[in-house]
Nanobody
Framework: QVHLVESGGGLVQAGGSLRLSCVVS?????LGWIRQAPGKEREFVAG????????YYADSNKDRFTISRDIAKNTVYLQMNSLEPEDTATYYC???????????????WGQGTQVTVSS
């Protein structure tokens, strides 16, 4: 069983930055950040292998977002820079047995944290 709790969302102006955090309880191979905008399907943002630290990004935001983890704190982060109104969404932390952009592979989910970017 894996338990995930996100935090760090909020309201920010376009061009600003936010750092999301996800505290992880339980063992997992890979963590990912996945977002869902109103009226849209869930979209993979970035993933990281918990032990090795290797990362995988969606092409659309790899130049602005950085995923990382702190093993000692059992926490995964998503640093988001140069935010755009199109980044407005609920951001979920999720766990998967593999590092992947396939959302169906993520079998544990947090409750989500809202990110709103104003223009």
């Amino acid at each position: 069983q894996v338990h995930l709790v996100e935090s760090g969302g909020g309201l920010v102006q376009a061009g600003g930055s936010l750092r999301l955090s996800c505290v992880v309880s339980g063992r997992t191979f890979s963590l990912g950040w996945i977002r869902q905008a109103p009226g849209k399907e869930r979209e993979f943002v970035a993933g990281i292998r918990w032990s090795a630290g290797s990362t995988y990004y969606a092409d659309s935001n790899k130049d602005r977002f950085t995923i990382s983890r702190d093993i000692a704190k059992n926490t995964v982060y998503l640093q988001m820079n140069s935010l755009e109104p199109e980044d407005t969404a609920t951001y979920y932390c999720a766990a998967s047995p593999i590092l992947t952009d396939r959302i169906a592979q993520y079998n544990y989910w947090g409750q989500g944290t809202q990110v709103t970017v104003s223009s």
